[in-house]
């Protein structure tokens, strides 16, 4: 099984740039106005079309569950090796799970996030999280890129 998602970017090399780095994947098809990822771990298809202008979205992210804290860092060091990184949690408790996860920002202002669950909490969050406040602050994982 797979997830498709089909995203729209005003800016297709920087858009299959920025994927092929996050997901750690080159594209299956390129086009002058299209690409399609094909990836099964994580098990998605991704469609990216150039458009000429892209609405972002401020109300929602994205992420990709990994198994281990070893592949979260992974994805970190390769996110951060060409600036990509906006951060890096670590051992922190969010939205009910303590966590590690880095995150990232595609061209079209779309957040992303790779991450592991170390154990599920009965806390939203920690006093010093920088995750989702559930007193109604935001804070980085849910705030705007």
Not at 69 to 93: F, M
């Amino acid at each position: 099984m797979k997830t498709h998602l089909n995203l729209g970017t005003t800016d297709l090399d920087r858009s299959i740039s920025f994927y092929s780095t996050l997901l750690d994947a080159k594209p299956n098809k390129v086009l002058p106005n299209y690409a399609l990822f094909v990836i099964d771990d994580p098990g998605i298809e991704l469609a990216l079309d150039l458009r000429e202008s892209v609405r972002r979205t401020t109300d929602a992210h994205f992420g990709i569950r990994v198994e281990t804290t070893g592949e979260v860092e992974r994805a970190s060091a390769r996110l951060s090796a060409v600036g990509l990184a906006s951060s890096i949690e670590r051992e922190e408790t969010c939205c009910y799970a303590n966590q590690r996860k880095v995150w990232a920002t595609d061209p079209e202002g779309r957040r992303w996030e790779v991450y592991t669950v170390h154990e599920e909490t009965d806390d939203r969050d920690n006093l010093n999280a920088t995750c989702c406040s559930s007193d109604g602050a935001t804070r980085s994982c849910c705030a705007e890129g």
